[in-house]
């Protein structure tokens, strides 16, 4: 065995004593001159940071993401630009709602926040398992989130609050039908699909744009936990997505996802059935079909979990060459809202980190960006530090991004604009008709479970409205047995 290191202190000097603090002699007190303890105590009270205000339960893995498919002629994203192309991955798993601590099997929707290592830079697609969303317009996202989260005064997530502003919600009610069904709850990290949720727009070699949705189909299969399976896993191990995700990895059975994408040519946006801007739709696969483009397995365990998963930075603007924002307004409110908590969370030079910094590019990140606290590369060295400059300084491109698209009118604030067969419930219906009677019995129970906990009958009779709405025999259903489960109280 090779001889143990010495300890040191932070500032490099060997330490001869690491169990006995300095002390007056042998019964006295400590000494305030007892540098090294005094720096182990200074340490540890700053050893957490912010949690993320949303997600902050999570789990990550690294990987590689191969192109198995030629679609490039939809895009001129370099990361897609040849069959058999590998990019090294990240991808950050989580829950929404709980605070760190929280069980990993609570009934939520999981965050699947993939980055890609470009050689044109981080591609972060943070996505969820939910191909919708609860809202349209991220003006009430943390409204959203605080009836979501725990209550001011009881410290505890409460249903009269979720139920409440769901009942002011409509438009929710497609992702309380996801939510409340077998997929509101994966078995394991492994067996659940991810998607990007949003409609991105994608730009070819030939400057032709396209919308686009993307779908991790998870190629372990679907597998689920019902209700009761999921409490009494959770009282167990309340990690056990976690454990299950880094034991899969040291075993070498590793996780793989095939990525396939919704691919619609820019002109059909404005006369398609459902406005292709609103998260809460999906574009049914007969209208625009999935065309496989890769696969992202997941190969290593991150060394330290604090370095490189707590301090992931991944943000819905980081965008490559070939692709872009669509007018969705949930993605225009998000584009801002990661960059900033960023920096609230982990400061101005997270960007450097590891885990962040963009390692598919040669030479890394370079920009005229200088100084902040905790700068701790070259911060440019002797070079100049504006542009534009005469001493060969980076350069921009000149080259168009492709990206964009034509708008008009008044600025204002507007309803989201309704296409042909827009309503707040036509795919809310849809989805619970598509289940079977037993999946039906089961979401029909676990939306009464929860909703019979709602202290007030006006809410109880509003949220369940919604659901009637969207199916007559669906909201019959839950009232009656919200009803039967509150007399049995
Ligand atoms: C995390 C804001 C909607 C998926 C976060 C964080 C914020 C945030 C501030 C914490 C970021 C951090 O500290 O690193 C918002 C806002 C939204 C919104 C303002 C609406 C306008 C969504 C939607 C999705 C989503 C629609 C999925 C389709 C995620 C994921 C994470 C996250 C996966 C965790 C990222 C990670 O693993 O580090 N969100 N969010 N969010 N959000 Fe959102």
Redesign the pocket.
């Known amino acids: 065995m090779s001889p143990r290191p010495t300890l040191t202190t932070e500032a490099g000097a060997p330490v001869s004593d690491n169990q006995h603090s300095q002390t007056a002699g042998p019964n006295g007190p400590v000494l305030l001159q007892d540098h090294h303890l005094l720096e182990k105590l200074a340490r540890f009270n700053r050893e957490r940071i912010p949690e ?4 902050a339960v ?1 789990s ?1 893995a690294y990987g590689t993401f191969e192109v198995t498919q030629d679609l490039t002629r939809f895009t001129r994203m370099k990361v897609f630009s040849a069959v058999g192309k590998k990019t090294e991955a990240f991808l ?3 829950t ?1 709602a709980g605070s760190k601590g929280a069980p990993d099997t609570a009934r939520d ?1 999981r ?3 993939v980055r890609l290592y470009t050689e044109d830079g981080n591609w972060d697609l ?3 398992n ?1 191909p919708v ?1 609860f ?1 349209r317009d ?1 003006i009430k ?2 409204d959203f989130i605080h009836s979501q989260k725990y209550d001011p005064y009881t410290n505890c997530q409460e249903p009269d609050n979720v139920w409440d502003f769901f009942a002011y919600s409509p438009e929710a009610t497609h992702q309380f039908t996801w939510l409340f069904g077998d997929r509101g709850i994966p078995a394991t990290l492994r067996h659940m699909d991810g ?4 409609t991105f727009q994608w730009v070819n070699a030939t400057g032709e744009r396209f919308w686009v949705k993307f779908h991790f189909k998870t190629d372990q299969g679907i597998r689920t936990l019902t209700t009761p399976e999921a409490e009494a896993l959770g009282g167990k191990d309340p990690q056990h997505h976690q454990r299950d995700l880094y034991q899969a990895i040291d075993r070498g059975e590793f996780p793989s996802w095939t990525l396939k994408v919704q691919v619609m040519p820019e002109a059909d946006a404005a006369n398609y059935r459902f406005n292709p801007f609103d ?1 809460t739709k999906v574009w049914p696969y007969q209208d625009y079909p999935l065309m496989e483009v890769g696969r992202l397995t997941l190969n290593r365990n991150p060394e330290n979990f604090f370095a490189e998963v707590e301090q ?3 943000d819905p603007s980081h965008f490559v060459p070939g692709i872009g924002p669509s007018p969705d307004r ?1 993605l225009q ?2 584009l801002f ?2 960059g ?3 920096r609230y ?1 982990l400061g101005i030079n997270s960007t450097q980190l590891p885990v962040n910094s963009p390692k598919g590019v040669k030479g890394g990140a370079r920009n005229y960006g200088r100084d902040g606290a905790m700068r701790f590369d070259g911060n440019g060295g002797r070079g100049p530090n504006y542009e534009p400059n005469s001493f060969n300084g980076p350069a921009q491109t000149d080259e168009s991004p492709g990206t964009g698209y034509a708008v008009s009118g008044m600025t204002g604030t507007f309803v989201h604009g309704k296409h042909a067969e827009d309503t707040d419930y036509v795919q809310a219906g849809a989805l619970y008709r598509l289940m079977d009677e037993a999946a039906k019995a089961r979401l029909v129970e676990n939306i009464s479970g929860s909703l019979a906990q709602v202290s007030r009958e006006d809410i109880i009779t509003r949220a369940i409205a919604h659901f009637r709405a969207a199916d007559e025999e669906y909201g019959s259903r839950i009232a009656v047995a919200v009803q039967q489960k509150r007399h049995a109280r």
């Open positions: 993320r205000v949303v997600h999570g990550g950050r798993f989580s929404v929707p965050g699947f926040a943070v996505g969820n939910t969303f809202l991220g996202f943390p998607f990007g949720s949003h998260l992931a930075a991944l949930m409110a998000r809202a990661y900033d908590a960023h969370r």
